[in-house]
T-cell receptor, first 117, second 117 residues
Framework: AQKVTQAQTEISVVEKEDVTLDCVYETRDTTYYLFWYKQPPSGELVFLIRRNSFDEQNEISGRYSWNFQKSTSSFNFTITASQVVDSAVYFCALSEAQLNSNYQLIWGAGTKLIIKP | DTGVSQDPRHKITKRGQNVTFRCDPISEHNRLYWYRQTLGQGPEFLTYFQNEAQLEKSRLLSDRFSAERPKGSFSTLEIQRTEQGDSAMYLC???????????????FGQGTRLTVV
């Protein structure tokens, strides 16, 4: 069965600190996609990144970076020099990538990130 | 605004009443999803449309829930005889087709928060 675990329920850091959000997944599929979404207080889920299972290169986008490690089934997300506007709930998600898949996302429970000024 | 829009944003209803929510996806997206999210949890998949065809329904979707997408554009989700346990955020998302196994990201609306009193 597919499963996504975000063990950190809530993280609180002071602005400008670096912070890493953990995500561990389980799947029997050899081809799959991993995602991170941000959910600010307004409620809308904002797409951050998609990674396919064949691409283990780490990715950096501005202050955001992602570390995909197939060997440990982890897809961790780091925010460098955090800002108050980064405060939100962050979700990690997994989907199958079979042809004609219904693209059903399996979600973690989310990590609430609080950035204090 | 060319994002996914949902209406209403908030709905308070008395137990036993029927409610209907609307979702307008991004215009070129043929896939549409409904999710339910309760406080402190990740979204749970409810149902999925490809164009006007409803291709999958979660077991979470009891017979009191019905979703339609009559012309393959907007979608409605109706809950009949609401119960207090139906209180949640109902999220709609849309995406492009899953072409040759390449998943595409889902874009989410801001959700409809339902409170059943």
């Amino acid at each position: 069965a597919q499963k996504v675990t975000q063990a950190q329920t809530e993280i609180s850091v002071v602005e400008k600190e670096d912070v890493t959000l953990d995500c561990v997944y389980e799947t029997r599929d050899t081809t799959y996609y991993l995602f991170w979404y941000k959910q600010p207080p307004s409620g809308e889920l904002v797409f951050l990144i998609r990674r396919n299972s064949f691409d283990e290169q780490n990715e950096i986008s501005g202050r955001y970076s992602w570390n995909f490690q197939k060997s440990t089934s982890s897809f961790n997300f780091t925010i460098t020099a955090s800002q108050v506007v980064d405060s939100a709930v962050y979700f990690c998600a997994l989907s199958e990538a079979q042809l004609n898949s219904n693209y059903q996302l399996i979600w973690g429970a989310g990590t609430k990130l609080i950035i204090k000024p | 605004d060319t994002g996914v829009s949902q209406d209403p944003r908030h709905k308070i209803t008395k137990r036993g009443q029927n409610v209907t929510f609307r979702c307008d996806p991004i215009s070129e997206h043929n896939r549409l999803y409904w999710y339910r999210q309760t406080l402190g949890q990740g979204p749970e998949f409810l149902t999925y449309f490809q164009n006007e065809a409803q291709l999958e329904k979660s077991r979470l979707l009891s017979d009191r829930f019905s979703a339609e997408r009559p012309k393959g554009s907007f979608s409605t989700l109706e809950i009949q005889r609401t119960e207090q346990g139906d209180s949640a955020m109902y999220l709609c998302a849309s995406s492009l087709p899953n072409d040759r196994g390449r998943g595409t990201e889902a874009f989410f609306g801001q959700g409809t928060r339902l409170t059943v009193v």
